[in-house]
C-alpha cells in the first residue's frame, strides 16, 4: 500500500465504502480490509475484443487514492493486453501459461463485445477469433466478470444492422457465473467491491435478472437523483441552455433516462471530483439498460407512470389567497408525513437485524 501511496487510513476507507457500497452491516469492514491484505491473491486473465479499452482506462484513471493500483494489487493479473508489457508470441504464451498453472482458479474479465457472424471473423488476437478465445478460456475459468456495457449486452457494436452480430458474454456462455457490469465506462468502484466480495465470502454477490450485482444496480438512478425534487415539483430544462437548464431543473424533458435506469451513478460518482453526466447538464443515456442504450435516442423520452407531478405536489406558481391555498397547504402536509412515514418503514425494512449482524460478523 506505500509503494502505490496509499496509507493505512486511505485502506480503510477504501473497505469502508466498499463495505457499504455492497450493502454489507458497518461492522464488515474489518473482514473486507483481512480479505484485501491476503497473501493469495485470485489470478485474472483480462481479454479485450470489440471495445475503445474505455472500461480499463477508467480503471487506470481513478486516483486520491490509487484505486487502479489497489485493484490490480488485490489480484495477480496474469494477462492483459493493454497493460501488460509482452507482445506477439510472448503474450500468447503467458496467456496459455496462465490458464495451466491456475486452471479452475482464475477470474475470467471480458471486456468487449464478441462478434458472431461468418465465424467471428471480424476479431482475432494470435490467429483466434474472439468467439475462440471466449470458449477456450471460459471453460476452466471459476467465473466471467463482463466489464462494460460492450462485453455485457454487446454495446454499440450490436446497434442495428449490427453487421458483425456482436452480442455479450452471457449471449454465448451458458454454463458459467457471469456477473455484467454494465456501464460506458462503468465506475471502478463496482468493479472493486465485485472482486473484494469474492475475496471475503469466495462467492460472487447476489444478481438481477441482467446478471448484474444488485448492490450496485438494485435502485433506479432516479431515487437518488440530486434533481428529483425539481421533477417532483414540475420544474424542468425545456431546451439546452434554457433558464431552466441552468438553475439546475430536471432533465426529463431532454431524454433523460433516469426513471428506467438501474445503477448507482448518482449516488457513487465518478472522476474523483463527484460528478457525473446528469449533475453537469447532460441527461443520462440509460448505458446500464440493454434495452434502451443505443436503441432510444438521446432526446426520446422514457415512459414513467407520472411524468407529471399528481396534483397532491404544491404547485411552483404563487396561489391567490382563499382559491384552492387551504386544499393545497392540506395536500402538502399528507404527503410530506406520509412520505415521511413510508420511508421510515422502508429504513426499519433495510435495517440489519441484530441476529443478521452477529452472523455475519
Given at each position: 500500500m506505500q509503494r502505490v501511496n496509499i496509507s493505512r487510513r486511505d485502506f480503510i476507507k477504501i473497505c469502508i465504502k466498499t463495505t457499504a457500497l455492497m450493502g454489507l452491516p458497518y461492522g464488515m469492514y474489518t473482514k473486507v480490509a483481512e480479505a484485501a491484505e491476503k497473501v493469495v491473491k485470485p489470478p485474472v486473465v483480462w481479454l479485450h475484443f470489440q471495445e475503445c479499452t474505455g472500461c480499463s482506462e477508467s480503471l487506470l484513471r481513478s486516483n486520491h487514492p490509487g484505486l487502479s493500483e489497489f485493484i490490480l494489487d488485490l489480484v495477480s493479473l496474469e494477462y492483459h493486453e493493454t497493460l501488460m508489457a509482452g507482445s506477439g508470441t510472448q503474450a500468447e504464451k503467458s496467456l496459455q501459461n496462465a490458464v495451466t498453472e491456475y486452471k479452475d482458479s482464475y477470474i475470467l474479465v471480458i471486456e468487449g463485445a464478441?462478434?458472431?457472424?461468418?465465424?467471428?471473423?471480424?476479431?482475432?488476437?494470435?490467429?483466434?477469433?474472439?468467439?475462440?478465445?471466449?470458449?477456450?478460456?471460459?471453460?476452466?475459468?471459476?467465473?466471467?466478470?463482463?466489464?462494460g456495457t460492450c462485453a455485457s449486452y454487446g454495446g454499440i457494436q450490436a446497434v442495428e444492422p449490427n453487421p458483425t452480430g456482436a452480442v455479450g458474454v452471457w449471449d454465448i456462455i451458458k454454463d458459467k457465473s457471469i456477473i455484467n457490469?454494465?456501464?460506458?465506462?462503468?465506475?471502478?468502484?463496482?468493479?472493486?467491491?465485485?472482486?473484494?466480495?469474492?475475496?471475503?465470502?469466495?462467492?460472487?454477490?447476489?444478481?438481477?435478472?441482467?446478471?448484474?450485482?444488485?448492490?450496485?444496480?438494485?435502485?433506479?438512478i432516479h431515487e437518488h437523483c440530486e434533481r428529483r425534487p425539481h421533477f417532483d415539483a414540475g420544474r424542468f430544462a425545456e431546451k439546452y441552455g434554457d433558464e431552466g437548464h441552468k438553475n439546475g431543473y430536471c432533465l426529463y424533458k431532454l431524454g433523460c433516462k433516469g426513471p428506467s435506469t438501474f445503477a448507482n451513478c448518482s449516488v457513487l460518482r465518478f472522476n474523483d471530483v463527484g460528478v457525473w453526466p446528469v449533475s453537469v447538464g447532460h441527461p443520462c443515456i440509460g448505458c446500464t439498460e440493454h434495452s434502451i442504450l443505443f436503441k432510444k435516442s438521446i432526446d426520446e423520452k422514457v415512459q414513467i407512470h407520472n411524468p407529471t407531478p399528481p396534483d397532491t405536489y404544491p404547485t411552483t406558481k404563487p396561489i391567490e389567497r382563499g382559491k384552492g391555498a387551504d386544499t393545497i397547504t392540506a395536500a402538502v402536509v399528507g404527503t410530506v408525513a406520509?412520505?415521511?412515514?413510508?420511508?421510515?418503514a422502508v429504513l426499519a425494512k433495510k435495517l440489519p437485524k441484530e441476529d443478521d449482524c452477529e452472523k455475519e460478523n
Open positions: 464478441i462478434p458472431t457472424k461468418e465465424n467471428g471473423v471480424y476479431c482475432q488476437i494470435g490467429g483466434k477469433t474472439a468467439l475462440e478465445l471466449l470458449d477456450e478460456m471460459a471453460k476452466n475459468a471459476v467465473g466471467i466478470i463482463s466489464i457490469i454494465p456501464g460506458c465506462p462503468p465506475n471502478p468502484y463496482n468493479f472493486l467491491s465485485v472482486i473484494l466480495y469474492y475475496l471475503t465470502f469466495n462467492k460472487f454477490p447476489k444478481l438481477d435478472k441482467s446478471n448484474r450485482p444488485l448492490f450496485a444496480y438494485g435502485r433506479k406520509g412520505a415521511a412515514l413510508g420511508a421510515g
